[in-house]
Nanobody, 125 residues
């Protein structure tokens, strides 16, 4: 049984930083991809960053240069380092896994099979 558990969310002022973690159990990164998504009430869930098991990455334009996705295979953990945070980054952040990674570059919710419960990030101005 695959389980993804996010942590590291919280409240921070604009310009600050947070690091999100996603601990995976029952799932290995090999051959697949993992990603971070976010959602605000009333809006669709959007892709933030994705990472293939071969370490290739992709980012949404809105976070390029500010966010960094990484993974620790030994710990089976995915990270999202978020710097220079803006109020518009406020959202629930979700970790997701796609075992097939056939279209991982789309960074779209439909491509991901397993999801965590989310961690809230709030950025105040």
């Amino acid at each position: 049984q695959v389980q993804l558990v996010e942590s590291g969310g919280g409240s921070v002022q604009a310009g600050g930083s947070l690091r999100l973690s996603c601990a995976a159990s029952g799932y290995t990164f090999s051959g697949g991809s993992m990603g971070w998504f976010r959602q605000v009430p009333g809006k669709e869930r959007e892709g933030v960053a994705g990472m293939h098991s071969d370490s290739r990455t992709i980012y949404a334009d809105s976070v390029k240069g500010r966010f960094t996705i990484s993974q620790d295979n030994a710990k089976n953990t995915l990270y999202l380092q978020m710097n220079s945070l803006k109020p518009e980054d406020t959202a629930m952040y979700y970790c997701a896994a796609d075992p097939g990674a056939r279209r991982w570059l789309l960074l779209h919710v439909d491509e991901y099979v397993y999801w965590g419960q989310g961690t809230q990030v709030t950025v105040s101005s």
